[in-house]
Structures are given as structure tokens and as C-alpha cells.
């Protein structure tokens, strides 16, 4: 994809100006795109037990590199896949800790060949980079893209959502005005929901203990040392947004 093509996926450079002495609000919100023409899909297909998170790399020629950090999955279905994909040209591995990877790709097709089969309105495509919007996250789905990203106002959203709903699918997850509180647990990944959810069903959390660590493991299909870390990073991620932001900051 070109420098151009790859700013409508994923990002728009067009400054955000202060909206409210205007009376209007910034939103954020976090949404799928049901097209399983964007790229990587067939990557997140083959190892649906992974979560992948994508970035594009704007300073990196005509077609931007993605940087794919992968979490959970098998290493070796994974990189078999990214082998196997059309739109990946060669890739790399960064670096890995725990049970996070990450990849730097070279895209293999261009943004016509990559999604000029699926969707009818690719000027359309191109003109929402000049939304007043930045995308922060795209996580890559078997059916499509879960992003997430900040608006300027409701007419910037709004332009990403009608385009999506007249070419692909598009379902709204959630919709908040940006000084808005984000309700406790909304950025846990969904793998780490689940571990948190099955943990908790299972009795791990009870005093004393209803199940060990093992059984969780196996109710969510991982290892041992997997659902570990998985649970420890979603602990830390709620205290970090319920109990942390009730404490004093420390003394100097």
C-alpha cells in the first residue's frame, strides 16, 4: 500500500483543533470492520488463539511497513502463516517476551490489489485521511479490524462509520466523549477478559481456593505459565485503572 493508500487504514495526519470553545466534544470509540480483505485477516485466521495488534510504519517507502505484535498463539502456526500469506512479502522477528511477539512485515500487496475486490469505493477510502481523527489500536480479526481512535466531533466519526456501513460491516462497541471516564476493565484485551472471567467462575480467587492455576489453564485451552502471565497482566491493568488512581502521589 502506498504512503497515501495506508493513512485511510489506519491514521490521519490532519491536526485536531479544540473543538470545544466550539461546543463540540471529542469522542473516542472502538468499533469492527467486518472486511476480511484488510490485511492480515488470514494471519489472524490460521491462529485464532492469538491476539494481534497492528501498526503501520509511515517512514518506510511507498508501502508502509506493519509492525504486528502478536500475544498468545503457538510461535510456529503464527510465523507458518505469515509464510503463507498473500500480503506479507517477508517478516522479521523483532523481539519476544513472554508469551509476546513482535514482527516487523513487508507488505506484499499493493492498496489496490489488497482490497480492490472487496470494497466499490476506494476514492472514499482515500478521502478519510483527511478525517479529523487518530486511530490508536487495530487489532487484526479473523472477519476484519477492531480499532480503536479519537474523533474530533461526530461528523469526523461519522464519516468512518457511513463508509464502513455502505462498503463492509461496521458495529459500534463503544461511543464516549472524551472527557469521559472509561468504566473499569474497558482496556483489558478480550483473552485477558476471559481469563478473568473463567478464573473467577472457577473459584481461583476464592479464600481458600476453588481451583488451581493448572484448571484454569485448561478451562482456557493454554498452559500453566500462559494463563499466569495473562491473569497478572489483567490485575495489573485494573489496579492500574481502579485503585492507582485513587492513591497520593508519591513524596519527592
Do not use: K
Not at 30 to 42: N, R, S, V, Y
Not at 50 to 58: C, D, G, K, P
Amino acid at each position: 500500500m502506498g504512503a497515501e493508500d495506508g493513512d485511510c487504514l489506519g491514521r490521519s495526519d490532519t491536526p485536531l483543533t479544540d473543538r470545544r470553545e466550539g461546543g463540540r466534544m471529542g469522542l473516542i470509540a472502538e468499533f469492527d470492520i467486518d472486511c476480511d480483505a484488510l490485511p492480515l485477516t488470514g494471519v489472524a485466521a490460521a491462529v485464532p488463539e492469538a491476539t494481534l495488534a497492528l501498526e503501520l510504519q509511515y517512514n518506510h517507502g511507498e508501502r508502509p511497513m506493519f509492525v504486528v505484535t502478536v500475544t498468545g498463539g503457538s510461535t510456529r502456526a503464527l510465523e507458518r502463516a505469515m509464510d503463507d500469506a498473500s500480503d506479507v512479502a517477508d517478516w522479521t522477528r523483532i523481539g519476544e517476551s513472554g508469551e509476546t511477539r513482535r514482527y516487523q512485515a513487508v507488505p506484499g500487496l499493493s492498496f489496490e490489489e489488497q482490497l480492490g475486490d472487496s470494497l466499490d469505493d476506494l476514492a472514499g477510502l482515500e478521502a478519510l485521511a483527511t478525517a479529523d481523527a487518530i486511530i490508536e489500536r487495530i487489532e487484526v480479526r479473523p472477519a476484519g479490524w477492531r480499532q480503536t481512535g479519537w474523533f474530533a466531533d461526530r461528523d469526523a466519526f461519522g464519516r468512518f462509520a457511513s463508509f464502513w456501513r455502505r462498503n463492509a460491516g461496521f458495529d459500534l462497541r463503544r461511543l464516549a466523549r472524551d472527557g469521559d471516564p472509561e468504566p473499569p476493565g474497558e482496556g483489558l484485551t478480550d483473552r485477558q477478559d476471559e481469563a478473568l472471567r473463567t478464573a473467577y467462575e472457577l473459584g481461583y480467587f476464592d479464600i481458600p481456593r476453588g481451583a488451581t492455576l493448572r484448571e484454569v489453564a485448561d478451562e482456557l485451552g493454554i498452559t500453566a505459565s500462559s494463563a499466569s502471565e495473562r491473569l497478572r497482566r489483567a490485575q495489573t491493568r485494573l489496579i492500574a485503572e481502579t485503585v492507582a488512581t485513587t492513591w497520593p502521589p508519591l513524596p519527592n
